[in-house]
Protein backbone atom coordinates (compact mmCIF):
# COMPACT_ATOMS: atom_id res chain seq x y z
CA UNK A 1 0.00 0.00 0.00
CA UNK A 2 1.63 3.34 -0.95
CA UNK A 3 2.02 5.80 1.60
CA UNK A 4 -0.25 9.00 1.28
CA UNK A 5 1.33 11.00 3.75
CA UNK A 6 5.10 11.72 3.80
CA UNK A 7 7.01 12.90 7.29
CA UNK A 8 10.63 14.20 6.98
CA UNK A 9 12.65 15.17 10.50
CA UNK A 10 14.66 18.35 9.33
CA UNK A 11 16.81 19.37 12.85
CA UNK A 12 13.72 20.01 15.13
CA UNK A 13 11.03 20.36 12.24
CA UNK A 14 8.59 17.94 11.49
CA UNK A 15 7.58 18.22 7.51
CA UNK A 16 4.04 16.69 7.15
CA UNK A 17 3.29 16.18 3.35
CA UNK A 18 -0.16 14.92 1.91
CA UNK A 19 0.73 12.77 -0.99
CA UNK A 20 -2.07 12.05 -3.37
CA UNK A 21 -1.46 14.53 -6.18
CA UNK A 22 -3.32 12.27 -8.58
CA UNK A 23 -6.53 13.19 -6.67
CA UNK A 24 -5.29 16.54 -5.87
CA UNK A 25 -4.89 15.25 -2.43
CA UNK A 26 -8.59 14.25 -1.84
CA UNK A 27 -8.35 12.58 1.67
CA UNK A 28 -10.01 9.08 1.83
CA UNK A 29 -9.70 7.33 5.03
CA UNK A 30 -5.96 6.14 4.39
CA UNK A 31 -4.81 9.60 4.01
CA UNK A 32 -6.77 10.82 7.09
CA UNK A 33 -5.67 7.76 9.29
CA UNK A 34 -1.71 8.62 8.58
CA UNK A 35 -2.27 12.25 8.44
CA UNK A 36 -3.69 11.95 12.18
CA UNK A 37 -0.72 9.59 12.68
CA UNK A 38 1.86 11.68 11.83
CA UNK A 39 0.45 15.15 14.15
CA UNK A 40 0.57 12.09 16.93
CA UNK A 41 4.11 12.05 16.42
CA UNK A 42 4.54 15.71 16.31
CA UNK A 43 2.78 15.90 19.96
CA UNK A 44 4.84 13.16 21.70
CA UNK A 45 8.64 13.57 19.78
CA UNK A 46 10.25 15.70 22.26
CA UNK A 47 13.03 16.14 19.25
CA UNK A 48 9.96 17.75 17.21
CA UNK A 49 9.12 21.40 17.98
CA UNK A 50 7.80 22.70 15.08
CA UNK A 51 5.19 21.12 12.15
CA UNK A 52 5.30 22.23 8.65
CA UNK A 53 2.13 21.19 6.68
CA UNK A 54 1.98 21.37 2.78
CA UNK A 55 1.68 19.20 -0.50
CA UNK A 56 3.27 17.19 -2.96
CA UNK A 57 1.92 18.99 -6.62
CA UNK A 58 0.10 21.75 -7.51
CA UNK A 59 -3.00 21.58 -5.33
CA UNK A 60 -3.51 21.45 -1.23
CA UNK A 61 -6.47 19.27 -1.16
CA UNK A 62 -9.31 18.65 -3.06
CA UNK A 63 -11.06 18.20 -0.12
CA UNK A 64 -12.80 14.89 1.35
CA UNK A 65 -12.58 12.03 -1.06
CA UNK A 66 -16.45 11.51 -0.73
CA UNK A 67 -16.10 7.83 -2.72
CA UNK A 68 -14.31 6.89 -0.29
CA UNK A 69 -15.37 7.82 2.94
CA UNK A 70 -19.14 9.49 1.97
CA UNK A 71 -20.46 5.66 2.32
CA UNK A 72 -18.99 5.12 5.98
CA UNK A 73 -19.75 8.86 6.89
CA UNK A 74 -23.25 7.50 6.46
CA UNK A 75 -23.45 4.65 8.21
CA UNK A 76 -21.32 6.18 11.42
CA UNK A 77 -18.33 3.90 10.43
CA UNK A 78 -15.45 6.91 9.62
CA UNK A 79 -13.01 6.48 11.62
CA UNK A 80 -10.77 9.87 11.95
CA UNK A 81 -8.03 9.17 14.62
CA UNK A 82 -6.78 5.79 14.85
CA UNK A 83 -4.68 4.29 17.90
CA UNK A 84 -1.60 6.51 18.22
CA UNK A 85 -2.80 9.72 16.27
CA UNK A 86 -4.36 12.89 17.00
CA UNK A 87 -6.84 14.81 15.02
CA UNK A 88 -5.34 17.19 13.00
CA UNK A 89 -7.94 19.77 13.05
CA UNK A 90 -7.70 19.17 17.62
CA UNK A 91 -11.65 18.54 17.22
CA UNK A 92 -11.74 14.71 18.28
CA UNK A 93 -8.75 14.78 20.96
CA UNK A 94 -6.77 18.35 22.03
CA UNK A 95 -5.29 19.56 19.56
CA UNK A 96 -1.51 19.18 18.46
CA UNK A 97 0.68 20.71 21.37
CA UNK A 98 3.63 22.06 18.85
CA UNK A 99 3.13 24.99 16.67
CA UNK A 100 2.26 24.29 12.93
CA UNK A 101 3.06 26.37 9.70
CA UNK A 102 0.89 25.76 6.43
CA UNK A 103 2.09 26.17 2.98
CA UNK A 104 -0.75 26.02 0.74
CA UNK A 105 -1.04 26.17 -3.16
CA UNK A 106 -3.62 25.83 -5.62
CA UNK A 107 -7.18 24.30 -4.52
CA UNK A 108 -7.33 24.12 -0.97
CA UNK A 109 -11.12 22.98 -0.05
CA UNK A 110 -13.06 22.51 2.99
CA UNK A 111 -11.09 20.43 5.59
CA UNK A 112 -7.58 22.18 3.61
CA UNK A 113 -9.52 25.25 5.10
CA UNK A 114 -9.93 23.66 8.38
CA UNK A 115 -6.29 22.84 8.43
CA UNK A 116 -5.57 26.58 7.79
CA UNK A 117 -7.67 27.46 10.62
CA UNK A 118 -5.82 24.77 13.14
CA UNK A 119 -2.45 25.87 12.28
CA UNK A 120 -0.48 28.74 13.61
CA UNK A 121 0.71 30.39 10.50
CA UNK A 122 -0.06 29.93 6.80
CA UNK A 123 1.89 30.90 3.78
CA UNK A 124 -0.52 30.65 0.68
CA UNK A 125 0.51 30.66 -3.21
CA UNK A 126 -1.14 33.39 -5.26
CA UNK A 127 -2.77 30.82 -7.18
CA UNK A 128 -4.53 29.52 -3.76
CA UNK A 129 -7.96 29.11 -3.71
CA UNK A 130 -10.20 28.40 -0.59
CA UNK A 131 -13.64 27.03 0.05
CA UNK A 132 -16.22 25.36 2.56
CA UNK A 133 -18.21 23.69 0.15
CA UNK A 134 -19.88 21.21 3.05
CA UNK A 135 -23.30 22.73 2.34
CA UNK A 136 -23.74 22.17 -1.22
CA UNK A 137 -22.79 18.37 -0.13
CA UNK A 138 -25.40 18.20 1.79
CA UNK A 139 -23.04 18.52 5.18
CA UNK A 140 -21.74 20.80 7.30
CA UNK A 141 -17.88 21.36 8.20
CA UNK A 142 -17.18 19.38 10.87
CA UNK A 143 -13.32 20.20 11.28
CA UNK A 144 -13.50 23.65 12.99
CA UNK A 145 -14.42 25.50 10.05
CA UNK A 146 -17.75 26.72 11.75
CA UNK A 147 -15.93 27.64 14.92
CA UNK A 148 -12.78 28.95 13.62
CA UNK A 149 -13.79 30.94 10.46
CA UNK A 150 -15.93 33.36 12.10
CA UNK A 151 -13.33 34.15 15.10
CA UNK A 152 -10.74 35.02 12.23
CA UNK A 153 -13.12 36.41 9.58
CA UNK A 154 -15.98 37.64 11.29
CA UNK A 155 -19.54 36.47 11.66
CA UNK A 156 -20.40 38.15 8.39
CA UNK A 157 -17.81 37.30 6.61
CA UNK A 158 -17.79 34.01 7.62
CA UNK A 159 -21.31 33.46 6.96
CA UNK A 160 -21.00 34.62 3.25
CA UNK A 161 -19.01 31.29 2.56
CA UNK A 162 -19.68 28.93 5.35
CA UNK A 163 -23.64 29.31 4.14
CA UNK A 164 -23.56 29.72 0.26
CA UNK A 165 -20.40 27.27 -0.63
CA UNK A 166 -18.95 30.32 -2.50
CA UNK A 167 -15.23 30.25 -2.87
CA UNK A 168 -12.07 32.59 -1.93
CA UNK A 169 -9.29 34.19 -3.49
CA UNK A 170 -5.19 34.18 -1.71
CA UNK A 171 -5.78 37.95 -1.39
CA UNK A 172 -8.86 37.80 0.65
CA UNK A 173 -7.78 35.08 2.52
CA UNK A 174 -5.04 37.62 3.98
CA UNK A 175 -7.69 40.35 4.44
CA UNK A 176 -9.51 38.07 6.57
CA UNK A 177 -6.75 37.75 8.66
CA UNK A 178 -6.96 33.54 7.65
CA UNK A 179 -2.93 33.67 6.10
CA UNK A 180 -0.23 35.14 6.99
CA UNK A 181 1.72 35.88 3.63
CA UNK A 182 0.75 35.74 -0.22
CA UNK A 183 4.00 34.26 -2.28
CA UNK A 184 4.55 33.36 -5.75
CA UNK A 185 3.73 29.64 -6.44
CA UNK A 186 6.20 27.53 -5.83
CA UNK A 187 7.83 29.30 -2.85
CA UNK A 188 5.32 28.84 -0.38
CA UNK A 189 6.91 25.78 1.00
CA UNK A 190 10.22 27.76 1.46
CA UNK A 191 8.71 30.17 3.03
CA UNK A 192 6.78 28.27 5.84
CA UNK A 193 9.93 26.75 6.54
CA UNK A 194 12.04 29.67 7.19
CA UNK A 195 9.00 31.00 9.72
CA UNK A 196 9.65 27.39 10.85
CA UNK A 197 13.01 27.72 11.69
CA UNK A 198 12.51 31.07 13.59
CA UNK A 199 10.21 29.58 15.50
CA UNK A 200 12.45 26.59 16.33
CA UNK A 201 15.42 28.60 17.18
CA UNK A 202 13.43 29.79 20.33
CA UNK A 203 13.20 28.19 23.75
CA UNK A 204 10.34 24.78 22.67
CA UNK A 205 8.58 25.03 26.10
CA UNK A 206 7.80 28.49 26.00
CA UNK A 207 7.00 28.41 22.80
CA UNK A 208 4.83 25.41 23.69
CA UNK A 209 3.61 27.64 26.55
CA UNK A 210 2.95 30.73 24.96
CA UNK A 211 1.01 28.60 22.29
CA UNK A 212 -1.19 27.16 24.77
CA UNK A 213 -1.93 30.68 26.72
CA UNK A 214 -3.02 32.18 22.95
CA UNK A 215 -5.19 29.06 22.30
CA UNK A 216 -7.39 30.18 25.67
CA UNK A 217 -6.45 34.28 25.25
CA UNK A 218 -8.84 36.64 26.81
CA UNK A 219 -11.10 34.06 29.10
CA UNK A 220 -11.34 34.06 33.28
CA UNK A 221 -9.15 30.75 33.22
CA UNK A 222 -6.26 31.27 31.41
CA UNK A 223 -5.66 34.53 33.31
CA UNK A 224 -5.90 32.25 35.96
CA UNK A 225 -3.20 30.11 35.23
CA UNK A 226 -0.99 32.52 33.10
CA UNK A 227 1.48 33.32 35.95
CA UNK A 228 1.48 29.47 36.71
CA UNK A 229 2.68 28.76 33.52
CA UNK A 230 5.41 31.41 33.69
CA UNK A 231 6.33 29.83 36.99
CA UNK A 232 6.88 26.57 35.48
CA UNK A 233 9.11 27.98 32.81
CA UNK A 234 11.20 29.75 34.93
CA UNK A 235 12.73 26.20 36.46
CA UNK A 236 13.51 25.29 33.30
CA UNK A 237 17.39 24.90 32.18
CA UNK A 238 16.29 26.75 29.01
CA UNK A 239 15.52 29.42 31.00
CA UNK A 240 19.20 30.07 32.02
CA UNK A 241 20.56 29.94 28.57
CA UNK A 242 18.22 32.66 27.58
CA UNK A 243 19.51 34.47 30.02
CA UNK A 244 22.93 34.24 29.39
CA UNK A 245 22.37 35.07 25.53
CA UNK A 246 20.99 38.24 27.21
CA UNK A 247 24.01 39.02 28.76
CA UNK A 248 26.30 37.57 26.23
CA UNK A 249 24.20 38.96 23.61
CA UNK A 250 24.97 35.42 21.88
CA UNK A 251 22.42 33.65 20.32
CA UNK A 252 20.63 30.97 22.52
CA UNK A 253 20.80 27.17 21.68
CA UNK A 254 17.46 25.83 23.67
CA UNK A 255 17.44 21.88 23.75
CA UNK A 256 14.01 21.82 25.35
CA UNK A 257 14.48 21.16 28.79
Same mark, same amino acid.
Given at each position: ????????????????????????????????????????????????????????????????????????????????????????????????????????????? &? !????????? +??????????? $? @? #????????????????????????????????????????????????????????????????????????????? &? !????????? +??????????? $? @? #?????????????????????????
Amino acid at each position: MSTKITTEQVGHIYKIGLNRPEKMNAADEQLLHELSLAYGELDRNPDLWVGVIYAHGDHFTAGLDLFDVGPKMQKGKLQLVPEGGLDPWGIQTPQVKKPVVMATRGTCY &T !LGVELALAS +EIVVAASDSKF $G @Q #LEVSRAILPFGGGTIRLPRVAGHAKAMQYLLTGDRWGAQEALDMGMINEIVEPGQELDRAMEFAQKIADQAPLAVQA &T !LESARYADT +EAEKKLLLGRL $G @Q #LMQTKDVARGMKAFVTKKPAKFKGN
